[in-house]
């Protein structure tokens, strides 16, 4: 069964006609603008893209069915999207590419496709972007990228022979734990302060803290993470922070030989 999109909702049903064309399949449509950005190289973690995804507006939006894209929409932002290859920001000048939406069998939902303007926030493996540190670890610094994203340094990946851990008063081994900040306190934090008490990275020559007076640390990106919809990021110092000896792998192989 169809429906007739507008913009205020669901105006006239029809039926699907003969049983011969039952027997035809649909073709589904292709939504290139959706699989561009995965493939698209792009020397900005942002982007503004025309794409087209597919939604099932619940039934209560039957009277205004824009209103229910819109609310869809909304309810998108600051998550990962696989189908845009990042996390939505913005979403803007949406409209339906055709004038019909379906209803199928007995589900109630309004399946539409839906067209707009999204902006996203995609950083790609091997990017140079510029955070601040939260926290420093003796196995790994944390650092917030535009006071949002989350991205962490693991020890392997900060050069050792530059860097060395200096702990601070009062910490003790029991911190080298995941060493991670509460919800609460990364937000009393508000991405400025540091805890001290923990310890910092120093420089072996000079003494001076990694991320110099202001914190802000530039880091390669060299791996995504998404859990629970989120997107967070795995950083590099190393110079050449693709090498397998920092790698897992590598570092497996060196603690066997070891042996």
């Known amino acids: 069964m169809y429906v007739t999109t507008t913009a205020s909702g669901l105006?006239?049903?029809?039926?699907?006609?003969?049983?011969?064309?039952?027997?035809?399949?649909?073709?589904?449509?292709?939504?290139?603008?959706?699989?561009?950005?995965?493939?698209?190289?792009?020397?900005?973690?942002?982007?503004?893209?025309?794409?087209?995804?597919?939604?099932?507006?619940?039934?209560?939006?039957?009277?205004?069915?824009?209103?229910?894209?819109?609310?869809?929409?909304?309810?998108?932002?600051?998550?990962?999207?696989?189908?845009?290859?990042?996390?939505?920001?913005?979403?803007?000048?949406?409209?339906?590419?055709?004038?019909?939406?379906?209803?199928?069998?007995?589900?109630?939902?309004?399946?539409?496709?839906?067209?707009?303007?999204?902006?996203?926030?995609s950083p790609a493996v091997s990017m140079k972007l510029v955070g601040k540190i939260i926290l420093y670890s003796?196995?790994?610094?944390?650092?917030?990228?535009?006071?949002?994203?989350?991205?962490?340094?693991?020890?392997?990946?900060?050069?050792?022979?530059?860097?060395e851990f200096e702990y601070g008063e009062g910490s003790s081994v029991e911190e080298e734990g995941d060493g991670g900040l509460k919800g609460d306190d990364v937000e009393e934090a508000g991405g400025d302060a540091v805890p001290e008490a923990s310890g910092q990275w120093v420089h072996r020559v000079t003494g001076t803290k990694l991320g110099g007076t202001d914190g802000y640390l530039e880091f390669t990106v060299i791996g995504k993470t998404v859990a629970n919809e989120m997107l967070s990021l795995q950083g590099s110092i190393q110079p050449d922070p693709f090498s397998e000896e920092y790698s897992q792998s590598g570092k497996s192989s060196r603690k066997k030989s070891v042996k």
């Open 11 to 121: 105006k006239k049903r029809k039926n699907r006609g003969s049983d011969a064309e039952h027997d035809i399949p649909r073709k589904k449509k292709s939504k290139q603008d959706a699989g561009k950005p995965c493939t698209t190289p792009s020397t900005s973690e942002f982007r503004v893209t025309k794409t087209t995804i597919t939604l099932s507006v619940p039934p209560v939006f039957a009277g205004n069915l824009r209103a229910g894209v819109e609310e869809l929409l909304d309810s998108m932002i600051m998550r990962y999207i696989p189908s845009l290859c990042g996390v939505l920001l913005t979403h803007s000048n949406s409209h339906f590419p055709s004038p019909t939406a379906s209803i199928n069998a007995d589900c109630p939902f309004a399946i539409c496709d839906v067209t707009f303007d999204a902006t996203i926030w």
């Open 138 to 163: 003796p196995d790994h610094v944390s650092l917030l990228l535009h006071r949002t994203f989350n991205v962490s340094i693991p020890r392997r990946h900060i050069p050792q022979d530059l860097w």
